[in-house]
């Protein structure tokens, strides 16, 4: 750490976050579609010379703990990059997540150097498949879902490769709208390298490279020693989905903790095996859940860096459905299964630091998708939403209500917005009242919202989970409710629907859901004391 007191280096760390939040803020501000420029369904990133995670803003739990392991792979398939080359990547198999998640890479060179990589990871409203939205409730092979990118030059050597941004804009079904929402990604990209240069400037490029080395030393330090203080030991746990959307058998998660010395591991021997429908995950999944619960554990104010993870071993087992192999489907790994995998992963900790860890939260992003052609002007549109719930109840106090927790981070579509943008209209958008489960600490109230489709027939995608198996309490706390899916036709009959699945709604009907609460910690206090 030679030419770092502690005092310039947490100047440099926090130079380099502020550079990752003015990322995403560029991002928001620029994008075209809703779902990024007001839900922020994106993430930014910095990364080392040597594809390390060494700062990030903390937008989306689930894109940075998968963006740890995106740059890396992209480079071993492109080779280094070299000044003005950008790289674009959504292939789940290569550094990706599923299709939607188009990642965008650029190298930061110094003095003619190449000292880092800046990145950005977005989620895209539509990028083709057998379902407008690219979420199909019921694929069962990736080729189902969309376009897939591997990892190639956008850019070369600062001039646009037009026919690679061709081919993607003729397989998607609003090209413009990705052309938008791509260059706003490109926008975030620039300002991350300008920044990056800026610090050059400051601290020199030998300093730069010599501090982010250093914070990353310091990260690992820090996440080793809070590793020390839990208890040593062995803890099993599990949890299951629903289904895979292709059958009605449950998909079960089976966990064994490790803690030693000053380090951590994760098995998942005994988790089902690979499915034909698209909860199927691939590794960085994994990690990106393991990353977000062990700060929950450890410390929330660790830099959110690789070097958390440098005390930590995760071991998926070969052929289950976390080690997801092409072709299969995976669209739903990355909304629905990131988040039983926190779920498994909190329950396991809960055991290992009671006061810690909240019961369940409603353990689902419950995505809808809907797509057709807009009547107003007759070009399609694609609106792609996930829906908040109850958190679940905290050692602290209750949980919060109607909020994204644990995997997801987003923010709504506010009701104006999408009836202006989209040919729809939100009929109810409320809580869900005696939907949080009892408990000392009583879990949040889930959400209701109702779509109404309006002059055309649309498509619409559900990919939802704890329908069947509520999101449990802990310590005596109850479960919070189960979610439930509905349609209504024009006469106001209503007709449950899975929790994965797509369907056909016409001129006046309706798509509602009901969102699972978050469950209780702690028993209940008996009305008698309570009003003592």
Request: net charge negative.
């Amino acid at each position: 750490m030679s030419g770092f007191d502690p005092i310039r280096l947490e100047v440099l760390r926090n130079a380099l976050e502020a550079t990752a939040q003015e990322m995403g803020a560029v991002l928001r501000h620029t994008a075209f579609s809703p779902n990024i420029k007001e839900r922020m369904d994106a993430s930014c990133a910095l990364f080392t010379e040597g594809a390390e995670l060494v700062a990030q803003a903390e937008h989306v739990p689930v894109h940075l703990g998968s963006m740890l392991r995106a740059v890396a792979p992209t480079l071993a398939v492109t080779g280094p990059l070299d000044a003005g080359d950008v790289v674009i990547v959504n292939d789940p198999y290569v550094g990706g997540a599923h299709l939607p998640d188009i990642t965008l890479i650029a190298p930061v060179f110094i003095d003619g150097r190449r000292v880092a990589h800046v990145a950005t990871r977005a989620h895209h409203s539509d990028v083709g498949g057998m379902e407008p939205g690219s979420m199909p409730g019921r694929s069962t092979e990736i080729f189902q879902e969309g376009i897939i990118i591997p990892p190639v030059r956008l850019y070369r050597a600062g001039a646009l490769q037009a026919d690679i941004l061709a081919m993607v804009l003729a397989n998607v079904r609003t090209p413009e709208e990705r052309r938008g929402d791509l260059n706003a990604q490109l926008a975030a990209l620039r300002i991350g390298e300008r920044r990056m240069g800026e610090l050059a400037e400051r601290f020199g490029a030998d300093g730069l490279e010599e501090g982010m080395a250093a914070i990353l030393d310091y990260t690992e330090r820090r996440m080793r020693a809070r590793l020390a203080e839990l208890p040593r030991g062995v803890w099993f746990t599990e949890d299951c989905l629903d289904s895979d959307g292709s059958s009605d058998e449950p998909v079960r998660i089976r966990l064994r903790i490790e803690v030693t010395e000053d380090a951590i591991s994760f098995d998942f021997d005994g988790t089902s095996p690979r499915v034909r429908g698209n909860v199927n995950a691939v590794a960085p999944m994994c990690w990106s859940s393991v990353f977000y619960s062990l700060k929950l554990l450890t410390d929330a104010s660790l830099p959110p860096n690789a070097g958390v993870l440098r005390p930590v071993r995760v071991h998926i087992p070969k052929g289950s459905f976390l080690d997801a192999q092409r072709p299969a489907a995976v669209c739903a790994g990355n909304t629905e299964t990131t988040q039983r995998l926190a779920d498994t992963v909190l329950r396991g900790f809960a055991q290992i630091a009671p006061d810690r860890i909240a019961a369940a939260s409603n353990g689902t992003m419950n995505l809808i998708g809907i797509g057709g052609v807009d009547p107003r002007n007759g070009r399609p549109y694609t609106y792609i939403e996930t829906t908040g719930g109850g958190q679940g109840g905290r050692p602290m106090g209750p949980g919060m209500s109607g909020v994204h927790a644990n995997m997801s981070n987003t923010l709504n579509t506010p009701i104006e917005s999408l009836e202006v943008s989209y040919p729809l209209r939100c009929l109810r958008y409320e809580l869900r009242e005696g939907s949080g489960g009892a408990g000392m600490n009583p879990g949040g109230e889930g959400i209701v919202r109702a779509i109404q489709i309006i002059g055309h027939e649309a498509r619409v995608s559900l990919q939802t989970d704890r329908r069947r198996f509520a999101p449990y309490g802990l310590h005596g706390g109850e479960d919070g409710a189960k979610g439930r899916n509905s349609t209504f036709d024009g006469d106001g009959r209503r007709e449950e629907r899975p929790a994965k699945g797509s369907l056909t709604l016409r001129d006046g009907e309706t798509v509602m859901l009901e969102t699972p609460g978050g469950g209780g910690w702690g028993r209940p206090v008996p009305a008698s004391q309570a009003a003592e």
